[in-house]
């Protein structure tokens, strides 16, 4: 028999009390976790999104940066457009690899789910976009055979909701032109699943926008200056630059501003349950301040009883956290579904990233705050005096 | 610090003062007494006459407020020295074993976790084997997986008894032992404390009420209101 033994008997003996502290100091380790988790999975997953985008840099005609930002992620309606002589102008600058000009229009679809809905349609030039993205691969199909042909390649998930494939006609609602499914691309995790292109010039012709765009995607040489680059477009008229980093940094921005609100919360929660765990180890010590008195005079040292006592608050918070980090790893897939359903932006990819090591940290840090407030209470304990110990529960 | 011979506890004119109130009460009064090896010294009384605080002092569990303690020859208080927590907790556990009227056993452990408590806090590695042949002596063997709500008064005791014998002590400090017992468990008690006297030369040194169960002792001292009226 060792002083654990004796500790874990002691935890058993008021099961439900025990059980509670352990729930709330699970709650804790549910809420630390879970909340990491999604910090870096947030992060990972928009940086992915960002990267597979195949350009570093967004030129768009001038408007609401968020919207811009938005258009470079999700894809939408621009909502002005630039001439296309811009295109070449950019792809002159010797910062400058490769660049692709790309069109996009909506059209409303009165077909489309119960009360219809708006379908976007993407223009892209044939001989540029295809090398900016070289991870697309093709399920079926490949790209458009003339730069203004009536043909269309689909997402992988643009496929399924039409329910087209290749060699089907797809209907332009509004200006009823049927276009020919010539490629179905395999799933790809990005904004580029669910969007249907088309060549360019075709995009331009049907909505009779002729010579405009609505973005320019840059692709920059590995020693370009991107400041300064960027520098450089500002100049051009009536032209706004997105950066990479600068979409990251909007869209983090808002996601921090509710991180802290959470973090916060969740630091209240570890506050309470420790709270919890003093109070129940205290109205432990409390309870049984006669039988430590005994141990005491059985031989018992003041460090042995603050040992013992200490033991129990161990044994509640690594338990109460080993549990809590289970199920904030086998719910984290319902809670990124959650998450992604309250969230007005969700990258795709998971939200939820729940590694090895915060698991460790987060167990470590909950039980290293439970042994601290461990502390009173086990001291608590260690002061009593043998005699005065048992005379107290028999007055 | 265990000697083979002589005595093992002294007290001299130790008093006890406790304060209720504005007032001042005298629990022990100059009392002054010794107790030797192997030997049996019953302390009894009236409720209130301080025979309990006597005990406390003489095991190092309370301090007198004037006189000296000594256990063998070390003194442990007087009015100069007092020793500190940790040297009492050693003294504690080297010579003493402690038997209460109310047991307390630990409920949730063990008849024989309870006697094996004590290892517990000295580290000792040989405990298992000291635990089965001090259940052995005390008849309650058969009972060691059991926890203390499922044992009799007596049997509860026992365990009690057990625990207080399991670090070999040159002195057993017993508060109403019997307390609790009926005439028959009462008996049995007694005759173990005899055996203990005999064979492992236990000093022992018992508060009782029960005047027929204090013919047991070799001794016999009586406190009325806190001093000796029956000298040692």
């Given at each position: ?25 699970a ?8 909340l990491?988790?999604?910090n870096a999975?947030?992060?990972s997953?928009?940086?992915r999104d ?8 967004l ?6 940066p968020?919207?811009a930002?938005?258009?470079?992620l999700k ?7 630039m001439p296309?002589?811009i295109a070449?102008?950019?792809a002159?600058?010797?910062e400058?690899e490769?660049v692709?000009?790309m069109?996009?229009?909506t ?6 789910g119960?009360s219809?809905g708006?379908s976007?349609?993407l223009?892209v030039?044939?001989?540029t976009?295809?090398k900016?993205k070289?991870?697309?691969e093709?399920m079926?199909?490949?790209?458009f055979?003339q730069p203004?042909a009536l ?7 643009a496929a399924?909701?039409?329910?087209r494939?290749v060699?089907?006609?797809?209907l332009?609602?509004?200006k ?9 691309l ?15 010039r ?8 002729t010579?405009v765009?609505t973005?320019?995607?840059v692709?920059l040489k590995h020693?370009?200056?991107i400041t300064?680059?960027?520098e450089?477009m500002?100049?051009l008229?009536?032209?706004q630059v997105?950066?990479?980093s600068q979409?990251k940094?909007t869209?983090?921005?808002l996601v921090?501003?509710?991180?802290v609100?959470v973090?916060s919360?969740?630091?209240?929660a570890?506050?309470i349950?420790?709270t919890g765990?003093m ?5 432990s010590?409390?309870e049984?301040r ?5 141990l005491k ?5 003041s460090?042995?009883i603050?040992?013992?006592?200490w033991?129990e608050?161990?044994v509640?918070?690594?338990l109460g ?20 359903n ?5 990258p795709?990819?998971g939200l ?8 460790v940290?987060?167990?470590g840090?909950?039980t ?5 407030s461990g502390?009173y209470p086990?001291?608590q304990?260690g002061?009593?005096r043998?005699?005065?110990a048992i005379?107290?529960q028999?007055e | 610090m265990?000697q083979?011979h002589?005595?093992?506890l002294?007290a001299e004119?130790v008093?006890k003062l406790?304060?209720r109130g504005?007032?001042?009460v ?6 002054s007494?010794?107790?030797?090896r192997?030997e049996i ?5 009236p409720?209130g ?5 006597l005990?406390n002092?003489l095991g ?6 004037s006189?000296r303690v ?10 100069k020295?007092?020793?500190s927590?940790?040297?009492l907790t ?9 038997i ?5 056993l ?5 008849v024989?976790?309870n006697v094996?408590l004590?290892f517990v806090?000295?580290r ?8 089965d042949s ?5 008849g309650?063997?058969?009972r060691k997986?059991h926890?203390?709500v499922?044992?009799?008064?007596g049997?509860m005791?026992?365990v009690a008894i057990?625990r207080?014998l399991?670090?070999k002590?040159?002195?057993l400090l017993?508060?109403?032992?019997t307390?609790?017992?009926d005439s028959?468990?009462?008996?049995e ?6 055996q203990?006297?005999r ?5 022992i040194?018992l508060?009782?009420h029960?005047l ?5 002792a070799d001794r016999i ?6 001093k000796l009226s029956?000298?040692?």
């Amino acid at each position: 028999m060792t002083i654990v033994h004796i500790a874990c008997k002691n935890l058993l003996r008021k099961k439900v009390r025990s059980l509670l502290t352990m729930f709330g100091i699970a709650l804790s380790a549910w809420v630390l976790i879970s909340l990491f988790g999604f910090n870096a999975g947030y992060e990972s997953s928009l940086n992915r999104d960002i990267d597979s985008l195949g350009y570093q840099v967004l030129v768009t005609a001038k408007g609401c940066p968020y919207e811009a930002a938005t258009l470079m992620l999700k894809g939408g309606t621009g909502l002005r457009y630039m001439p296309q002589r811009i295109a070449d102008a950019i792809a002159q600058e010797s910062e400058v690899e490769a660049v692709t000009a790309m069109l996009m229009h909506t059209v409303f679809d009165p077909n489309k789910g119960e009360s219809g809905g708006y379908s976007a349609y993407l223009g892209v030039d044939p001989t540029t976009f295809p090398k900016m993205k070289p991870f697309m691969e093709f399920m079926h199909g490949g790209w458009f055979t003339q730069p203004d042909a009536l043909e269309a390649v689909l997402g992988y998930e643009a496929a399924e909701l039409e329910q087209r494939e290749v060699g089907d006609l797809l209907l332009i609602t509004e200006k009823n032109i049927e276009v020919k499914v010539v490629g179905v691309l395999k799933r790809t995790g990005t904004q580029d699943d669910g969007t249907i292109f088309l060549p360019l010039r075709t995009v331009q012709q049907i909505f009779g926008v002729t010579d405009v765009l609505t973005g320019i995607g840059v692709k920059l040489k590995h020693e370009a200056d991107i400041t300064r680059f960027e520098e450089k477009m500002y100049r051009l008229p009536d032209v706004q630059v997105v950066t990479m980093s600068q979409v990251k940094q909007t869209i983090m921005t808002l996601v921090t501003t509710a991180k802290v609100i959470v973090l916060s919360i969740a630091l209240i929660a570890v506050l309470i349950s420790m709270t919890g765990v003093m109070n129940t180890v205290l109205m432990s010590v409390m309870e049984r301040r006669q039988e430590l008195g005994i141990l005491k005079a059985l031989g018992a040292t003041s460090l042995d009883i603050f040992m013992l006592i200490w033991l129990e608050t161990f044994v509640l918070c690594v338990l109460g956290s080993c549990f809590g980090a289970v199920v904030a790893v086998t719910t984290s897939a319902l809670t990124d579904m959650l998450v992604r359903n309250i969230l007005p932006y969700a990258p795709r990819g998971g939200l939820m990233q729940i590694s090895m090591p915060l698991v460790v940290m987060t167990v470590g840090t909950v039980t290293g705050i439970g042994l601290v407030s461990g502390i009173y209470p086990s001291w608590q304990a260690g002061r009593v005096r043998p005699l005065d110990a048992i005379r107290s529960q028999e007055e | 610090m265990p000697q083979q011979h002589g005595q093992v506890l002294t007290a001299e004119c130790v008093s006890k003062l406790y304060r209720r109130g504005s007032e001042q009460v005298a629990a022990l009064n100059d009392v002054s007494l010794t107790v030797n090896r192997g030997e049996i010294l019953a302390c009894v009384g009236p409720s209130g006459s301080g025979k309990t605080t006597l005990l406390n002092i003489l095991g190092c569990l309370e301090n007198p407020t004037s006189g000296r303690v000594k256990v063998y020859e070390q003194i442990i208080v007087d009015e100069k020295k007092r020793l500190s927590e940790w040297a009492l907790t050693k003294i504690r556990r080297q010579v003493f074993g402690y038997i209460f009227q109310k047991f307390y056993l630990i409920p949730t452990l063990t008849v024989s976790e309870n006697v094996m408590l004590p290892f517990v806090f000295y580290r000792k590695h040989d405990a298992p084997a000291d635990v089965d042949s001090i259940l052995r002596f005390v008849g309650i063997e058969h009972r060691k997986y059991h926890l203390p709500v499922q044992l009799s008064g007596g049997e509860m005791q026992r365990v009690a008894i057990a625990r207080a014998l399991v670090n070999k002590p040159s002195v057993l400090l017993a508060d109403e032992p019997t307390g609790s017992l009926d005439s028959t468990r009462t008996e049995e008690i007694g005759e173990l404390f005899k055996q203990l006297c005999r064979t492992e030369g236990i000093a022992i040194v018992l508060v009782t009420h029960n005047l027929h169960f204090a013919q047991i002792a070799d001794r016999i001292i009586e406190l009325r209101d806190g001093k000796l009226s029956r000298p040692s």
